[in-house]
């Protein structure tokens, strides 16, 4: 062949490669920001759940452009279309624009609400009809229904039930300081509602919160004009607490009695379960410490404390996260979750107080409790027994403790179980995979593929991503990512930004889709930077003693592990070490502000958001939880105060705050810069009015490409 025509064929072929694979795209600002959640959000399965006492699963599929509710039986697989988004509108003359959430009550009743107003379906064999059960007041809230025509509710301070269509006024407290059938206690201890209907509809037990003892704490409205102060309660370290009891109210007498939970008031109620045959309700009692927990037992009619079934104590502290859940059938047997082994596992108890058995043991977490397999004897969990960077699906056998795995596929599978236990639901993800949805028996003989979903990143410039273990100074693994250019060369060197979080109950590191866990740390990275993070010791979901190393002082092994991590970036060729970054948010504000002060000229330049600078200003129940009270560790928080070290910052510090905060309140950061003005210490600072603690929705977009363009001014 002579040299033109192999000119041409080249010329051709180039042509056609150019034309069949388009230039990959960078992701705009918004996209690296709100992306995941909106247009580049990940398909799945739509709305799936089981119906109750069925092996029926649901979900809503597109079908002719339109919304439609649809069954499939198990093992058959025939498929039903159950309900149309036009038949729900023409059965309660609505005009919703897609179909709702709907939530089942039992295997008869489902219902969801618009507005105020909640609608009931129920199920006659195969039809299903609507009305329009309750419309709750303008300024009904924290809403609770069961399948026993109960709704209960709270406007402002009190607590309101309707039951079968008869209303109840369960509290009338006119000091609006004295909150009923709310969540207390700041959301800690797993506690996230006030509000307990007894398991066969007969009462209604509830939180009631006293904080008349609690200080003031202005929480500016900056929207009118003057501005207007509103008055929250925030008990912080060391200070008065609130006081809670708990309460029963029986609609049949409209009587009210109060669970006796000792005279002393200074401590948390938690664990709220009731048993199932409603004689009895069990709560968990952990003192001020934290380092010792009661699980009590008492008569629901009566308030009486009738037994300490057991008590749990440590040396740093105790911390329950779960209620009671009794086995299947069962008003005398219950799993309990512990980590007084050092890892959450669950313990079989009885009634009366008796340690039947340890049923899940060693060096592995259990993350959630799915459901139960009544025939087999098994309670279906998911754990990090695989690896702490995955979560997977197990049954274990309640008697025997024999465990073995119910899914297929590295990475972090979400699961939810059919009432027999037979079938399972399991959407997973991983580093490699957007998503699968599968039904799956819980014997591993039958899975079903519903459905594979696309990568809906495979048209833009990815980063390149590596998976790092770094040893922590006792020999712990740390495990981190690095995130690198999509057109990385390693004779460059490349400005690298750290991202941090760093506090309990957190985990940056999973083996999930998208492998790098964040597409803003992809923009970065096809904007030319390297990014790193890493979970250092005090993180959460690798054991009582990863997270306890932060004990009474906050800050310094996790700065000592992130130092690790910044070791690990210096040996690195193509990481510059003169450019270093660093970026976190609450806690990881915390931690960015705390390596600029206590170990300045490391970083470069820092943005920290929401921080917290003196524990001695944040909430009562998780400070003193790692810190124990200011009096009793003031070594700890001198040395955690970030006000009596503005003279150490070497480097450009931007702090950013939502001036509506009532976490981390606002005051950390503009005492920090009063601090850094009494001492001629220069930083930049940026607010977001109106915003608590997170800056979320499109001002969000505005947040990053602030805190990009901050590390473009002092990076590049």
């Known amino acids: 062949m002579d040299i033109i025509k192999k000119v041409c064929l080249f010329v051709v072929a180039a042509f056609i ?18 992306g995941m959640t909106t247009t580049l959000a990940v398909k799945g399965v739509k709305q799936g759940s089981w119906r109750p006492a069925t092996n029926t699963f649901f979900h809503v599929e597109k079908k002719n452009g339109a919304d439609v509710w649809t069954s499939i039986d198990f093992p058959s697989e025939q498929s039903r279309d159950v309900l149309t988004l036009a038949q729900l509108n023409t059965a309660l003359s609505t005009e919703l624009k897609g179909m709702p959430t709907l939530t089942w009550l039992d295997k008869d009743h489902v219902y969801f609400t618009e507005g105020k107003k909640i609608m009931l379906g129920t199920f006659s064999g195969n039809e299903l009809t609507w009305k329009v059960r309750y419309t709750l007041p303008e300024k009904g809230q924290n809403t609770v229904i069961d399948a026993h025509d109960n709704i209960a509710y709270t406007i402002d301070n009190n607590l309101y039930l309707d039951k079968n269509g008869k209303q109840f006024t369960v509290t009338s407290n006119n000091n609006k300081n004295i909150i009923s059938g709310q969540a207390v206690h700041r959301n800690e201890f797993g506690i996230d509602k006030g509000i307990f209907l007894s398991p066969q509809g007969n009462y209604l037990a509830y939180y009631r919160m006293d904080q008349t003892m609690v200080k003031d704490y202005p929480i500016i409205n900056w929207a009118g004009d003057p501005a207007v102060a509103e008055m929250i309660k925030y008990p912080m370290a060391g200070d008065t607490s609130h006081q809670v009891t708990l309460c029963v109210f029986n609609p049949a007498s409209k009587k009210t009695v109060t669970m006796n939970t000792g005279a002393g008031k200074d401590h948390y109620l938690t664990a709220v379960t009731w048993s199932p045959d409603e ?16 699980l009590n037992k008492y008569d629901a009619k009566t308030g009486k404390m009738l037994a300490t079934l057991f008590e749990e104590t440590d040396d740093k502290y105790v911390e329950p996260q779960h209620p009671l859940y009794f086995l299947p059938g069962s008003n005398e047997e219950f799993l309990w979750w512990s980590q007084r082994d050092g890892h959450m596992h669950l313990y079989l ?8 058995r340890q049923v899940t043991n060693g060096d592995w977490v259990v993350n959630e409790i ?15 027994f695989e690896s702490p960077l995955e979560k997977h699906a197990y049954a274990v056998n309640w008697e025997s403790g024999n465990i073995r795995n119910v899914d297929k596929g590295e990475g972090m599978h979400n699961i939810w179980l059919s009432e027999s236990g037979e079938y399972l639901y399991d959407a997973y993800h991983s ?8 039904i799956r028996t819980i014997s591993g003989d039958y899975n079903k593929n519903l459905l594979t979903s696309e990568d809906p990143l495979a048209a833009y410039n990815r980063a390149q991503v590596k998976t790092v273990e770094l040893k922590a100074k006792d020999g ?11 057109d990385f060369d390693p004779k460059k060197k490349y400005p690298t930004v750290v991202y941090l979080y760093n506090g309990p109950h957190a985990q940056l590191i999973h083996n999930a889709w998208p492998a790098s866990g964040n597409l803003w740390y992809e923009y970065m990275a096809q904007h030319g930077y390297i990014i790193f993070t890493m979970d250092g010791r005090g993180s959460g979901n690798r054991g009582l003693k990863f997270e306890q190393a932060i004990f009474r002082n906050s800050g310094v092994t996790e700065m000592e592990d992130q130092l690790r991590g910044v070791d690990y970036l210096k040996s690195l060729s193509y990481v510059d070490g003169n450019r270093l970054g660093i970026h976190g948010w609450s806690y990881g504000g915390f931690m960015t502000i705390s390596l600029m002060l206590h170990h300045p000229g490391v970083f470069k330049c820092a943005v920290a958001g929401g921080p917290v600078i003196d524990w001695k200003m944040y909430e009562i129940m998780y400070t003193e939880r790692y810190m124990d009270t200011p009096l009793e560790n003031p070594k700890g928080y001198d040395n955690a105060n970030l006000l009596t070290k503005v003279k150490n910052l070497d480097g450009e510090l931007l702090v950013i705050h939502g001036t509506n905060d009532d976490v981390v309140v606002w005051q950390h950061s503009v005492k920090f810069v009063k601090a850094c003005v009494d001492e001629g210490v220069q930083l930049d600072y940026f607010v977001y009015p109106g915003h608590p603690h997170n800056v979320r929705g499109k001002d969000r977009v505005h947040l990053m490409q602030k805190v990009t363009d901050y590390f473009d001014l002092h990076l590049k």
């Not at 490669?17 to 705009?28: D, E, G, I, V």
């Not at 108890?349 to 039947?356: D, E, P, T």
């Not at 712990?476 to 999509?486: D, E, V, W």
Request: charged content about 15%; overall charge positive.
């Open 17 to 34: 490669l150019n034309f069949s694979a388009p230039a990959q795209k960078n992701f705009t600002m918004t996209e690296a920001v709100n």
């Open 349 to 356: 108890y009885n009634v009366s107080g008796k340690l039947i």
């Open 476 to 486: 712990t693994p740390l495990y981190g990512k690095l995130i690198l250019p999509p």
């Open 431 to 438: 580093d490699n995979v957007p998503r699968k949805s599968l």
């Open 370 to 384: 799915a459901g139960f397999n009544k025939a087999a004897k098994e309670v279906v969990i998911t754990s990090t």
């Open 279 to 294: 004689q009895f309700i069990f709560i968990g009692i952990l003192n001020r410490e934290q380092n010792h927990l009661w």
